[in-house]
């Protein structure tokens, strides 16, 4: 007497040549050289330590007012110029801007004392002031991106140098909104995790711990881009693109331990930005101090800094012109995608003093 099997039907047959060819692909890809980036056409202007200042030139220059890019401590900032026709600093060229980047460079052990207030009060203050007489400008735009940004707003807070226009994308203001394990927010803000311990033994943040940090934060789907990949292998401009992604995204850099150490006590445990009360040096970084004109950028699927975490800044500062948009995208996905161009150059065009 013959039986049927429930299942049959249910679970699609394999078509083992079409897996095969998949995984062939896959293989093939993984193993490959890693994908060039940074294509835009740049010259050094400065450099200090381990930083270095590049200028991207204008195309043909159409706007008076250059833009000068902030980035985030936490990784490299080649994820703005990542492939040709999607970069973000060769589209804003093409725009007829004059952009500079101040790239932080990799800390070594002997960085360690490298503080927050070093980078901004010594890095940033000298690099801009190099990029305004290097431009002939007598004005200049800061555009911060994530952790770039709210370096940006607290050296805007703070400056002497004429900042005409301020914008900030996937920026955390408010720290107190915290994404990530519940247990490393309370851990931290009660002092059962003892930042300063980790620091005086290491020096400086490894880039593995770096990594991991990000990995608890997107966890459980962390490895969602390598089924992606797998799923869509046969694609060659989606492998393309994902291959320079995951690229960066494992090409962490270390952090200073200083810096590292005032980002968690001041910022992340004591919310000292919001509440007015951060010191860099003997200044105080009160936002209300900033009167450029602000554009605020948020992106609605952005699962790494949320949009209650960059919307107080509209509140907090001075600035007369303030524009707060949210953008259909993630955090990443603004820059890798070149939207962030567009959305820069619609709102700065009418900014920038156009020639």
């Known amino acids: 007497m013959a039986t049927e099997t429930p299942l049959k039907g249910f679970i699609p047959e394999l078509d083992y040549e079409k897996e095969m ?139 002497e140098e004429p900042i005409k226009n301020l914008i900030v994308a996937t920026v955390p203001i408010d720290f107190k909104p915290f994404v990530g394990p519940d247990k490393w927010a309370e851990g931290m803000r009660n002092g059962d995790m003892n930042i300063d311990h980790f620091i005086d033994v290491y020096g400086v943040v490894p880039p593995q711990v770096v990594d991991g940090m990000f990995r608890a934060i997107g966890a459980p789907i962390y490895f969602t881009n390598y089924t992606m990949l797998l799923s869509r292998a046969h694609d060659q401009r989606y492998v393309n693109k994902w291959r320079r992604m995951n690229r960066w995204t494992l090409d962490q850099v270390p952090f200073a331990g200083e810096a590292y150490r005032q980002l968690a006590n001041n910022l992340f445990k004591e919310n000292k930005l919001v509440k007015g009360e951060l010191m860099i040096g003997n200044k105080k970084a009160d936002l209300k101090n900033i009167k450029a004109n602000l554009f605020v950028v948020s992106g609605s699927r952005d699962n790494l800094i949320l949009e209650e975490q960059s919307k107080p800044i509209m509140d907090l500062v001075s600035s007369e012109d303030k524009t707060y948009f949210v953008v259909e995208t993630g955090h990443v996905g603004l820059a890798l995608s070149g939207l962030f161009a567009k959305i820069v150059d619609q709102w700065v065009s009418t900014r920038s003093n156009q020639l």
């Open 21 to 159: 060819n998949r995984w062939s692909h896959v293989f093939k890809f993984l193993s490959e050289p890693e994908p060039e980036v940074g294509h835009t056409p740049r010259n050094e202007v400065w450099r200090k330590n381990k930083s270095v200042l590049w200028h991207y030139p204008a195309k043909q220059k159409k706007y008076e007012i250059p833009l000068f890019f902030v980035y985030s401590l936490f990784n490299k900032p080649y994820i703005l110029d990542i492939a040709p026709k999607v970069s973000v600093i060769e589209g804003l060229t093409n725009s007829g801007y004059e952009v500079y980047l101040l790239d932080w460079g990799s800390p070594g052990y002997e960085d360690k004392k490298i503080g927050l207030d070093t980078y901004i009060d010594k890095y940033l203050r000298t690099a801009v002031k190099r990029a305004i007489r290097h431009s002939e400008a007598d004005e200049i735009t800061l555009v911060g991106y994530c952790l770039g940004g709210t370096i940006a707003s607290i050296y805007a807070s703070i400056a």
